[in-house]
């Protein structure tokens, strides 16, 4: 009993260190997710792991060890923010794999990238001939940009000078049944207003309500919890 007693208290710790040490690092963690982010994001999840796995362990030496890493990884950040010069060292660059239709072996051969994952990544884009690519940049998170030749992009509305209308946005106004007052705000309008609305659509309250927006025209989007469909279709086999 003594031991899950132990390991629950070295895991609460482990868990609220990630917690708090995550939100110092910020998103580059995820977002930004660089080879480099990569190889820090699994070191700092082993020594959180080592926290609450090894009973032997010296849980206070293990934390200490973990706010010193996340000081370095929080130190870089900055430093690759501020200089542009050490953080092309430290993450990289992006470099063209495909010019004008024709790929650059010598930057193929830099990134160690094969012919089987660029032609996957190019698919991927919806490109499946290399003489339509104009550019073709690996970005240094390890996904492909792609920039088809002119002739084979879609066709805009600014080609065919047709003009356009501003989209905008829409707001959350309810989320799992509940109202975002902060939104209703933003929009000059209150939570009257949002009832009438529902009772107009035959709602009683928001929480019969999954998700509902408000698009930039004012048009409210409604989709309840209970969704009363006479046929639903099944892409499973």
């Known amino acids: 009993m003594e031991q899950y007693f132990e390991s629950f208290l070295k895991t609460a710790v482990a868990f609220f260190g990630i917690l708090v040490y ?25 020594i959180a792991a080592s926290i609450a ?28 923010v501020k200089s542009r010069p050490l953080r092309k060292l ?19 051969a830099k990134l160690r990238y094969d012919m089987e994952n660029l032609l996957m990544q190019l698919r ?22 792609v920039l088809p030749k002119s002739q084979k992009r879609p066709v805009t509305p600014e080609d065919l000078n047709i003009p356009t209308k501003y989209e905008g946005v829409s707001t959350e106004i309810i989320v799992d049944g509940l109202v975002v007052y902060q939104n209703l705000q933003q929009n000059n309008l209150d939570e009257q207003w949002l009832i009438n609305q529902l009772k107009a659509r035959g709602y009683n ?25 006479s046929h639903i279709t099944d892409i499973s086999d």
Request: glycine share 8%; with cysteine.
């Open 205 to 229: 309250s928001p929480k019969d309500i999954k998700y509902a927006s408000l698009d930039v025209d004012g048009n409210l989007y409604i989709d309840e919890k209970r969704d009363e469909l």
């Open 22 to 46: 995550t939100r110092v690092l910020g998103k580059q963690q995820i977002s930004q997710m660089t080879f480099y982010d990569y190889v820090t994001g699994i070191t700092f999840g082993s």
């Open 90 to 108: 430290i993450e990289g660059e992006p470099a063209i794999l495909i010019h004008n239709g024709k790929i650059l072996e010598h930057n193929m």
């Open 124 to 145: 991927e884009k919806n490109v499946f001939n290399i003489a339509d690519v104009e550019f073709a940049v690996a970005e240094t998170d390890g996904t492909l940009s």
């Open 53 to 80: 796995i090894d009973r032997e362990a010296n849980t206070g030496l293990w934390m200490w060890v973990l706010t010193v890493f996340v000081f370095f990884c929080f130190i870089t950040g900055i430093v690759t």
